[in-house]
């Protein structure tokens, strides 16, 4: 059984400025929900339109599944509903789910953490909200829900009880970062890193730190900020914390001297890393259950975040030994033959030069078993304007460094990349991921590992789905740790 989330009457006061009618408050919910095929029973459906489908359609089908409310738009005919059902009418379906929000986040006492950055907000949101679990009841986004809309649906979902929240936050462009923090109101902010991502939307990489800083905007009163002390674009970002008052805390993976929490040594393994780390002037030495210097990076944001809202920080190095990557952010399966399967690395969520260059490293860390080899299968990195054609090609020194067997491509701008590469290196090219999965499966061979990543429009997802797929003669599982 769900505890509580929202009573009638604190919905129909947190919505009383948008509401066209005026429902009964008898009820209460144990959830939201924005799509049917998430909804549990005692949530309140929010029926958003879309550029598909509008959420209207959908709020039969919600009541029939036990929902305990809709939100839904001033225009919505309510012809087929029960009579009991209750509905939420407003004049912006999406500006009273913000209402919601902000009423979530006044009524809380929680330590609110939030955290923005090129590469690593998801990871480092799930790695944090797991080591503050530890010290006491700990809310956060789920998956990705970064947007304006995953944002103000995952505040709307924050506990009363709760005394930690954890928040990511994304954008494309100038402005909506800033947006989104006013809402959370944080009072710890996290920045991972600033990499080109995003950065055709951008004139330069300058205004694009300058976007990923307006999260400091929004931190309250003598609140905190944990800034990357080993990134190109550090004294901009703390200019801006100054500015704000805050008080400044900086990590540095490169155990750089003036960073204020950093690696004294840090041994990455082919499936995990262990460092020791001075986090002030407290040792610490923990294990991360996944492998690369990035993720070393953001356990210190981690652990640093932690320090800041006064949680237990041997718990939380304890916890960070359980994370093992995500789906589609370092997730490893072991597939085929039990004596000699295929392991597969899933880095198939979204890319940027940055997260692809952590990626090959990665790779480059597996050690080679039998005939294996290392191989890469890369999807087109999108947004990456002007610069898309040199960044694409610029890999190529990756591959090599991180000693890669074979470079499978994948899209047009992965063909400068194909182009590039060193002749020892250089697999098919495929115009679509249809073609890297023939080309993947022509390709494969006993103890080969495989990595796979793209950003989300090149649709290595797929790749990775269907060499799951193809190799179904033992059930797929984890890669022992």
């Not at 009418?89 to 789910?97: G, I, K, R, T």
């Not at 950003?455 to 890669?479: F, W, Y």
Request: proline residues 3%; glycine residues 8%; contains cysteine.
């Amino acid at each position: 059984m769900r505890d509580v989330l929202w009573h009638g009457k604190e919905v129909l006061a947190a919505l009383q400025a948008h509401l066209t009618a005026s429902p009964g408050a008898d009820w209460q919910a144990q959830g939201l929900a924005i799509d049917t095929r998430d909804l549990l029973a005692g949530d309140i459906f929010v029926a958003l339109p879309g550029e598909k489908a509008h959420g209207h359609d959908y709020v039969a089908q919600a009541f029939q599944d036990g929902a305990a409310a809709a939100l839904v738009g001033a225009d919505f005919e309510a012809a087929d509903l029960d009579k009991d059902a209750v509905l939420l009418p407003v004049d912006n379906v999406l500006a009273a789910l913000e209402s919601l929000a902000r009423a979530a986040r006044k009524r809380s006492a929680a330590q609110i953490i939030a955290i923005t950055g090129s590469v690593g907000k998801t990871g480092t949101k799930a790695s944090l909200a797991d080591a503050l679990a530890k010290s006491g009841k700990t809310h956060a986004a789920e998956r990705s829900f970064n947007n304006h809309i995953g944002v103000p649906l995952s505040l709307a979902r924050l506990p009363q009880d709760a005394e930690y929240g954890v928040f990511e936050l994304g954008m494309n462009h100038a402005g909506e970062i800033a947006a989104l923090v006013d809402m959370v109101r944080p009072h710890c902010a996290i920045i991972t890193t600033i990499a080109a991502a995003h950065i055709e939307n951008f004139p330069s990489m300058e205004a694009l730190a300058a976007a990923k800083a307006e999260i400091l905007s929004g931190v309250e009163s003598g609140g905190s900020a944990v800034l990357p002390f080993d990134n190109a674009y550090f004294d901009a970002l703390r200019k801006e914390a100054e500015a704000q008052a805050l008080n400044i805390v900086s990590f540095s993976a490169e155990g750089r001297d003036g960073a204020d929490n950093r690696v004294n040594r840090a041994k990455l393994h082919a499936t995990c890393s262990c460092v020791t780390a001075m986090m002030g002037a407290q040792p610490v030495t923990y294990k991360i259950g996944a492998p690369g210097i990035h993720l070393v990076a953001n356990s210190l944001a981690v652990l640093s975040a932690v320090q800041l809202v006064g949680a237990d920080l041997a718990l939380a190095a304890l916890s960070l030994a359980e994370h093992d990557g995500m789906a589609g952010r370092g997730a490893r399966y072991r597939l085929g033959a039990d004596n000699a399967p295929i392991t597969l690395i899933d880095e198939s969520y979204n890319a940027n030069p940055t997260s692809m260059a952590a990626a090959l490293e990665t790779l480059g860390l597996t050690p080679r078993k039998g005939r294996g080899r290392r191989i890469a299968v890369l999807g087109d990195m999108a947004e990456l304007g002007d610069d898309a054609t040199q960044l694409h090609a610029a890999l190529a020194d990756k591959t090599e460094s991180a000693d890669i067997d074979l470079v499978i491509t994948c899209g047009a701008l992965m063909q400068h990349l194909h182009n590039a590469l060193p002749p020892g290196r250089i697999g098919a090219h495929a115009e679509d991921h249809e073609a890297a999965l023939k080309i993947l499966r022509d390709e494969l061979q006993d103890d080969d590992v495989v990595m796979i990543k793209g950003s989300n429009a090149s649709r290595m997802g797929l790749v990775v789905e269907g060499l799951i797929d193809l190799l179904t003669d033992t059930p797929q599982q984890k890669e022992a740790r």
